[in-house]
C-alpha cells in the first residue's frame, strides 16, 4: 500500500493553535478511499478536532485494525506514533500500548466488520477495562476491502447488491457500549462536522473509554436501493471493456439541523435514512434512560446522533490497577522487576 505526502506549503495568514501549528500541520496522507467515501470527513473531523485541542502530535498515538476505516489513521497527523494491527487485534494493541505509556492521547479508528465481528471480544474487554482511549467506529454495513459483505451492524431487511436481504438482528455498537458499562458513548454522521468535532473532542479529553460510532457512507458496495447506513453510484457510467470497477467522484453529504429535531438525509442512490439529534435538555448521566430513548428511536425508525450517555466517577483502567503515575515505558528495570525473595513470595500463593 503506497501513501502520496501532501505539499507542506500552506497560506502566511492560516490560523495557528496555542503550539503555533495550522491544522495543516495535523493531516497526513493523501487519501486513497473512493471519492465521497464518508471516512474522508471523519478524518477532516478528527483533524480539526486535534487542532482545536493544542495536542503536540508526538503525544499522539494513532491505533487501526483491517478495512477501510483503518487506513484513515494514515491521513491525519503524520508527525504522531501509530500501529497498524492484525484484523480485530486493535484494542488489545492498544491496552498494551497505554500500559506502556499512560501519558499519551490514544485514537483507536476501527470499523464494524473489525470491531462488532472479529474484534467484537476485544471491544467488549476494553470497554470492560475502562481503557483511557477514543474509540471511533467508522459504521457503514459492509465489507469494504472484501467486496461488500454484511458486517455486524446491517440491519434487517438491509439489500446486498447481490443475494437475499439480511435477515439477521444487527449488533448495535451504542447499545452494546451502554450495557457494558463504557464511560462516554456518542453517535453521529459523518456528514455533520458541526456535531462530529465537538463529540470527538469530548471522546479525547474524557478520562476513560470513549466511543464515538460515526454512520459513515460507503459508495461503492451500498449502491443499490434498499441500503440503510451506505450508499453508492449505480454503474451507469461503467464501461464493460475490461473487468475492473468504476467509482463515481461524488459531492459529500452534509447535515445540518437542531436539537431535538429530526431529519431525512437522501443518500447517493435515492434512498434516505432519518436522523435524530437528542434534545437540549437530555439527561446523558442516565444510563436507564439511554436505554429507553435509544429503543423509543429505533422503533420509530430514527438514528440518534450526540453525546448519548457519560459517567465521569467510574475509574480508568491504571486507576483501577493502582498503577503509578509514571509511565511503564519510563520507569528503570529495578523498579519493573521485583527481587527473587518477592518473586517467590508471589509464585508460592499460586502453588
Same mark, same amino acid.
Given at each position: ?24 500541520d ?6 486513497t ?6 471516512h ?19 503525544m ?9 476505516s ?26 498494551g ?10 485514537? /483507536?479508528?476501527?470499523?464494524d466488520?473489525? *470491531?462488532? %465481528?472479529?474484534?467484537?471480544? @476485544?471491544? $467488549?474487554?476494553? !470497554?470492560?477495562?475502562? +481503557? ?42 451504542v447499545?452494546?457500549?451502554?450495557s457494558? /458499562? ?5 453517535? *453521529?454522521f %459523518?456528514?455533520?462536522?458541526a @456535531?462530529? $468535532?465537538?463529540? !470527538?473532542?469530548?471522546? +479525547? ?11 459513515s ?27 475492473v ?8 453529504i ?6 431535538? *429535531? ?10 434516505k !435514512?432519518?436522523?435524530?439529534?437528542i ?28 453525546l ?37 513470595? !508471589? ?5
Amino acid at each position: 500500500m503506497s501513501y502520496i505526502a501532501k505539499p507542506s506549503v500552506s497560506h502566511p495568514s492560516v490560523r495557528k493553535n496555542k503550539l503555533g501549528l495550522t491544522s495543516r500541520d495535523y493531516e497526513g496522507a493523501v487519501s486513497t478511499l473512493c471519492a465521497g467515501c464518508g471516512h474522508d470527513s471523519v478524518t477532516a473531523a478528527i483533524i480539526q478536532a486535534v487542532f482545536d485541542l493544542d495536542i503536540e502530535p508526538h503525544m499522539l498515538a494513532k491505533m487501526s485494525g483491517i478495512g477501510c476505516s483503518s487506513k484513515t489513521p494514515a491521513y491525519f497527523v503524520q508527525q504522531s506514533h501509530g500501529f497498524n494491527s492484525v484484523h480485530g487485534r486493535m484494542p488489545s494493541v492498544t491496552t498494551g500500548a497505554n500500559t506502556a505509556n499512560r501519558h499519551l492521547t490514544y485514537i /483507536g479508528v476501527s470499523g464494524d466488520g473489525d *470491531s462488532l %465481528s472479529i474484534g467484537v471480544g @476485544q471491544f $467488549v474487554h476494553a !470497554i470492560r477495562r475502562n +481503557l483511557n482511549m477514543c474509540y471511533i467506529i467508522e459504521n457503514n454495513g459492509v465489507y469494504g476491502l472484501t467486496k461488500g459483505q454484511f458486517s455486524a451492524s446491517a440491519d434487517i431487511g438491509s439489500k446486498p447488491k447481490k443475494g437475499l436481504p439480511n435477515q439477521q438482528e444487527p449488533i448495535d455498537p451504542v447499545s452494546t457500549a451502554l450495557s457494558l /458499562g463504557a464511560t462516554y458513548i456518542a453517535r *453521529s454522521f %459523518s456528514g455533520d462536522k458541526a @456535531q462530529l $468535532v465537538p463529540l !470527538i473532542k469530548g471522546a +479525547l479529553l474524557h478520562k476513560g473509554f470513549s466511543l464515538v460510532d460515526i454512520i459513515s457512507p460507503c459508495v461503492t458496495f451500498n449502491d443499490h436501493e434498499g441500503s440503510t447506513k451506505s450508499y453508492a453510484h449505480t454503474r451507469q457510467f461503467y464501461n464493460h471493456v475490461v473487468d475492473v470497477d468504476y467509482i463515481a467522484p461524488f459531492e459529500t453529504i452534509t447535515a445540518d439541523y437542531e436539537q431535538g *429535531s429530526a431529519m431525512p438525509v437522501t443518500m447517493h442512490d435515492g434512498s434516505k !435514512i432519518m436522523l435524530r439529534k437528542i434534545e437540549a435538555d437530555y439527561d446523558p448521566t442516565s444510563r436507564a434512560g439511554a436505554f429507553k430513548y435509544l429503543r423509543e428511536r429505533f422503533n420509530a425508525g430514527e438514528i440518534v446522533t450526540g453525546l448519548l450517555y457519560i459517567d465521569d466517577e467510574r475509574k480508568e483502567m491504571h486507576d483501577l490497577m493502582g498503577n503509578v503515575d509514571t509511565p511503564f515505558a519510563e520507569l528503570p528495570m529495578q523498579s519493573l522487576r521485583p527481587p527473587k525473595g518477592e518473586l517467590k513470595k !508471589i509464585l508460592k500463593t499460586y502453588r
